[in-house]
């Protein structure tokens, strides 16, 4: 059974600083996305990583993916106040007839000035 | 506009009183899912649907029902819905390969 770990639950940050959320995941899976929710929001896709060693970066974000060790990471560079959110990751099970998305817990961000 | 639109955006109703939530998606999208969204466990599948008239437990079917009689909606349906039903629900859709889109969100509150 697919099971997804992310840690931490919340992070209180000052803007400037650096930090990582972790995304732990049980077994093998096609892929592993990461969302970001703004309160009384819906879900906005952040990165698709599809392979091992795959890196995407948008901005202050940085996401990789280690399919040997069943790890991701969501990197935040110099945070800003905007990034306040709270971050997800979701790995797939797409295989054969299923379409099953497990998600972490999510990891409450909170940046103060 | 590409979008997934779920009505209503907030109900509120009574233990057993049977309910359903739409959700619709103009992106000719073949895979549609339920969710819900309770605090501190993430979001949980419910349902999904591969396309129109195949559908599959997700994690946490207990209580709902969903079909998939066309292929751009996929209503959720609380037959008779109890207090611990009370969440936020959200639906995804998307096709082969793309990430999911999401919906607004519904929140139901079931007194």
């Known amino acids: 059974e697919l099971k997804v770990e992310q840690n931490p639950l919340f992070l209180s940050m000052q803007e400037g600083k650096n930090y990582t959320i972790y995304c732990n995941y049980s077994?093998?899976?096609?892929?592993l996305y990461w969302y970001r929710q703004d309160p009384g929001k819906s879900l906005e896709s952040l990165f698709v990583l599809l392979s091992n060693g795959a890196v995407k970066q948008e901005g202050r974000l940085m996401a990789s993916l280690d399919t040997k060790a069943r790890l991701s990471t969501l990197h935040i560079t110099a945070a800003v106040h905007d990034l306040s959110a709270t971050y997800f990751c979701a790995v797939a099970d797409y295989g054969g007839a299923t379409n099953k998305l497990i998600f972490g817990t999510g990891t409450l961000l909170a940046v103060q000035p | 506009e590409a979008q997934v639109t779920q009505n209503p955006r907030y109900l509120i109703t009574v233990t057993g009183k049977k309910l359903t939530v739409t959700c619709s998606q103009n992106?000719?999208?073949?895979?549609m899912s339920w969710y819900r969204q309770d605090p501190g466990l993430g979001l949980r599948q419910i349902y999904y649907?591969?396309?129109?008239?195949?559908?599959d437990k997700g994690d946490v079917p207990e209580g709902y029902k969903v079909s998939r009689k066309e292929k751009r909606n996929f209503p959720l349906i609380l037959e008779s819905p109890s207090p611990n039903q009370t969440s936020l629900y959200f639906c995804?859709?998307?096709?082969?390969?793309?990430?999911?889109?999401f919906g607004p969100g519904t929140r139901l509150l079931v007194l």
């Open positions: 995804a859709s998307r096709t082969m390969g793309e990430t999911q889109y």
């Open positions: 992106m000719n999208h073949e895979y």
């Open positions: 649907s591969m396309n129109v008239e195949v559908t």
């Open positions: 077994t093998t899976s096609d892929r």
